[in-house]
């Protein structure tokens, strides 16, 4: 059974700079979540998706944008970067909705950083 | 608003004995826990949970302790062990939230020294 892939591992961006990272779900998993964690922080929940239809969002603005993919697996797009967001994005994906699914499976995250 | 908050930033603990990890909630509208491990690298990987039907769940050296009039969620590891160095993150989450809309702690670094 595949894991949970990210993609790239790191990268530099520029302030005002747009970027977009990639996250391939678990095999049989239909349901990707994105999480932002600062350094020295808890993973904050940005959004969800589910059937490729965005499922739930976190207090994150429009800036902060995704996809998914009829594979299931998702893209995360941050446009116009600030030196906030520099983070580590992790990108968990689990078998749906249910009751008992609440068991998220990680990605290992996107390093970004911006100057 | 820190709707989940683990106070210890870090914790160390001698080879062979209990380690004890502490989280408090304020929602009280929060009806499912899970404790996630994270290595350095490494995305958390899910060690244990607990529905607020409960007030224990047991899995081998793990054990989650939920008291839901005092808000309070602790993880008990026993024995500890070296390779249960790493830091540890409590989540919550409600049965309303359509889905896995995990509301995340700040995390204790355990450190177990043989």
């Known amino acids: 059974e595949t894991g949970v892939t990210q993609s790239p591992t790191h990268l530099i961006k520029t302030r005002g700079q747009q970027v977009t990272l990639r996250c391939s779900s678990q095999?049989?998993?239909?349901?990707v979540s994105w999480y932002q964690q600062a350094l020295g922080q808890g993973p904050q929940f940005i959004f969800q998706y589910y059937r490729e239809e965005e499922n739930g969002r976190g207090n994150f603005p429009p800036r902060f944008s995704g996809l998914q993919f009829p594979n299931y697996s998702s893209e995360l797009n941050v446009n116009a970067l600030e030196l906030d967001d520099s983070a580590l994005y992790l990108c968990?994906?689990?078998?749906?909705?249910?009751?008992?699914?609440?068991?998220?499976?990680f990605g290992p995250g996107t390093r970004l950083t911006v100057t | 608003d820190q709707q989940v908050k683990q106070n210890s930033p870090s914790l160390s603990v001698q080879e062979g004995r209990i380690s004890i990890l502490n989280c408090d909630y304020t929602?009280?509208?929060?009806?499912?826990f899970l404790w996630y491990k994270k290595y350095p690298a490494e995305g958390p990987t899910f060690l244990i949970s607990?529905?607020?039907?409960?007030d224990k769940n047991e899995d081998g050296r793990f054990t989650v302790f939920l008291n839901k009039s005092a808000k309070h969620l602790s993880l008990h590891i026993v024995p500890s062990q070296p390779g249960d160095s790493a830091v540890y993150f409590c989540?919550?989450?409600?049965?309303?939230?359509?889905?896995?809309?995990?509301?995340f702690g700040g995390g204790t670094r355990l450190m177990v020294k043989p």
């Open positions: 095999s049989g998993h239909n349901t």
């Open positions: 929602n009280s509208m929060f009806d499912y």
């Open positions: 968990a994906s689990s078998r749906g909705l249910d009751w008992n699914s609440y068991e998220q499976y």
């Open positions: 989540a919550a989450n409600t049965a309303d939230n359509a889905g896995n809309m995990l509301t």
């Open positions: 607990i529905s607020s039907i409960k």
